[in-house]
């Protein structure tokens, strides 16, 4: 079985303040990691996805997030956010082979709040 | 154009009646998804239907029945309505394929429970 952890339901920063959203997995087998984000009364859009070579991976929006296996970690980052960054942000794990029962286990998200 | 389109996107009923949330992917995917959103913005699969086939079925009370058509649509009916089915339930799909990963979420319906 796999399950994420997001270590913060709520992260507050200003505006062109750098971000850190924070993301562990669970897994006995090896996984493929994803961040997803929902703005306010919208459906989930994939920022980025980790699913094998470089540890450090680049998304839509200026975001990126580095895998780190040893630490069983999917860090989210940014340098600089805006207030169009507000929304809420999901962790996502899934089993490495895309079979016919191939599912996204989600983390319980963090709501990321950019204050002017 | 809209990739992946739930309807209706409110629903308010009372406890008991039944209702139906229709989903319709223009994608070509092969496999859709129906996900619930609690309160607490917990996500969890509830169904995967692949080629109109239901491939998941996560624990979810019977009272749950998902209906694919054709493979652009999936359609979620529930029965006797409770109050614990208030939840923004969300449909979306997928190709399917060794590689393909990503799924496209459709904007949600959020059902009322009274």
């Known amino acids: 079985a796999q399950s994420v952890t997001q270590l913060d339901s709520q992260v507050p920063v200003f505006e062109e303040a750098p971000v850190e959203l924070r993301c562990n997995y669970s897994s006995s087998v090896s996984v493929y990691l994803f961040w997803y984000v929902q703005y306010p009364n919208q459906g989930l859009q994939l920022l980025l996805k980790y699913l094998s070579g470089s540890t450090l991976v680049k998304g839509i929006n200026g975001f990126e997030a580095e895998f780190n296996k040893s630490q069983t970690s999917f860090h989210l980052r940014k340098p600089s956010v805006h207030i169009s960054d507000t929304a809420e942000y999901f962790c996502a794990v899934s089993p490495p082979r895309r079979g016919s029962n191939y599912k996204l286990t989600f983390g319980k998200g963090t709501l990321l709040t950019v204050n002017p | 154009d809209t990739a992946v389109s739930q309807t209706p996107k409110y629903l308010v009923t009372q406890m008991g009646n039944d209702k139906s949330i229709k989903c319709e992917q223009n994608?070509?995917?092969?496999?859709m998804y129906w996900y619930k959103q609690d309160s607490k913005k917990f996500l969890k699969i509830m169904f995967s239907y692949n080629n109109k086939e239901l491939i998941i079925n996560e624990t979810v009370p019977n009272r749950f029945s998902p209906k694919s058509p054709d493979k652009a649509h999936l359609n979620l009916h529930i029965n006797s309505l409770e109050l614990g089915d208030s939840a923004v339930y969300f449909c979306?799909?997928?190709?399917?394929?060794?590689?393909?990963?990503?799924?496209?979420f459709g904007p949600g319906t959020r059902l009322t429970v009274t």
């Open positions: 979306a799909s997928s190709p399917f394929g060794e590689f393909s990963y990503e799924q496209y």
């Open positions: 994608l070509g995917h092969d496999t």
